[in-house]
Nanobody, 124 residues
Framework: QVQLVESGGGLVQAGGSLRLSCAASGRTFSRYVMGWFRQAPGKERKFVATISWSGARTYYTDSVKGRFTISRDNAKNTLYLQMNSLKPEDTAVYYC?????????????????WGQGTQVTVSS
């Protein structure tokens, strides 16, 4: 089991950057595929990015490719999402999630553990 706590959200102008962090408890963080999702008001939770155990493999939704970078530091039990060139449509609550399988996953139902979320607001 793993507990997840996100941080790093906030208010930023369009074109700006933010770095989200997700701190994980437990000694098995390195054995989880990790993902970032986001949920805008009135919308369903959507996939943003995922990363393999070692960090060697990543996958992104098309709308963030080239702007967002997912990474992890297994020694620090921490997942990151570097977000550059932010747009108003990136505004949402961002969640990190952990999946105990070995395959990269893009569906919320693939993930067993979730953080509480952190708000990202991009003004135009």
């Amino acid at each position: 089991q793993v507990q997840l706590v996100e941080s790093g959200g906030g208010l930023v102008q369009a074109g700006g950057s933010l770095r989200l962090s997700c701190a994980a408890s437990g000694r098995t963080f390195s054995r989880y595929v990790m993902g970032w999702f986001r949920q805008a008001p009135g919308k369903e939770r959507k996939f943003v990015a995922t990363i393999s155990w070692s960090g060697a493999r990543t996958y992104y939704t098309d709308s963030v490719k080239g702007r967002f970078t997912i990474s992890r530091d297994n020694a620090k039990n921490t997942l990151y999402l570097q977000m550059n060139s932010l747009k108003p449509e990136d505004t949402a609550v961002y969640y990190c999630a952990a999946d105990p399988s070995i395959s990269l996953a893009t569906r919320p139902n693939d993930y067993d553990f979730w953080g509480q979320g952190t708000q990202v607001t991009v003004s135009s």
